[in-house]
């Protein structure tokens, strides 16, 4: 793990593998562990990318106003100080709005986008609500138990959960080696919920690809929808059964998927 100061913020990132550059931004509450399985088999053909966002895992926790822009715009400072000019994309949750925001925001700066299980925000976004969303994104102070277990239930099918209980205790001791920030998590999320790109998604040149859980009961499958709808030539896929974890739910569904996409790009290059 290095550390370096971009737009005056510690952030903590890695980098791994080698070949064409590959950059993977994480979601609101989690960190770049999140990537490690997918990050690990990407590798072999790319130079991947991973890092804490501010306000995130081992990086800083500034208690200042966030917002999508601002995070993206770290994003592209941190891909300058490790030499990439420019790298293909992938961005899950949280991290896909922060994606979108970088292509529009730094279009030189991103070959191509891989959007996982996110949304264009704005009015157009289609909301979830209920008890799952709101245990799963609570700011109040939670033990590690309570927010892991929350978390886990509402990113997981039941079934899959069933199958694999170890996923909860996975998310439980997550919580306990890196502590969420309360205030910091609260500015992510409003940061995250102010976000709106609709009317923006066809200025997005670079060849992308939508991808998804059908009953993913945080984000609405239907944003991925809207994404592809709206982003010149974007390709979508839902898997299916897959909540909003589905890299972990389907690890070789999502490899393939994503490495056939990057494989496409990097031969029309």
Request: charged letters at 20%; glycine letters at 8%; proline letters at 5%.
């Amino acid at each position: 793990m290095e550390r370096v100061q971009v737009n005056g913020v510690d952030l903590a990132y890695q980098l791994r593998g080698v070949g064409s550059p590959l950059v993977m931004i994480h979601g609101a509450q989690g960190d770049q562990t999140m990537f490690d399985g997918l990050a690990e088999r990407l590798s072999d053909s790319f130079r991947v990318l991973t890092f804490d966002q501010r306000g995130s895992g081992l990086s800083e926790k500034p208690h200042c106003e966030y917002t999508i822009a601002l995070l993206a715009d770290d994003t592209a400072s941190l891909m300058e100080h490790v030499g990439f000019e420019a790298a293909h994309v992938v961005g899950f949750s949280m991290g896909g709005t922060i994606a979108q925001e970088l292509a529009l925001r730094h279009p030189a700066k991103v070959r191509s986008l891989v959007l996982g299980c996110t949304t264009p925000g704005g009015t157009r976004a289609v909301r979830i609500e209920g008890n799952a969303f709101a245990q799963a994104y609570s700011t109040k102070p939670m033990t590690p138990e309570e927010r892991g277990r929350a978390l886990a239930e509402a990113a997981f099918t039941k079934s899959y959960i069933e199958q694999h209980p170890e996923v909860v205790l996975a998310m439980i001791e997550a919580r306990r080696q890196r502590p969420l920030d309360p205030i910091a998590l609260e500015r992510r999320l409003k940061a995250v919920l102010s976000h709106d790109a609709y009317d923006r998604l066809p200025e997005i040149g670079c060849p992308t690809l939508v991808i998804t859980g059908r009953n993913d009961a945080l984000v609405a499958w239907q944003n991925s929808q809207l994404l592809a709808e709206r982003i010149p030539g974007a390709r979508i896929i839902v898997l299916e059964p897959a909540g909003h974890c589905f890299w972990l739910e389907q690890p070789q569904t999502t490899y393939e998927a994503i490495r056939d996409f990057l494989d496409s790009v990097s031969q029309r290059n």
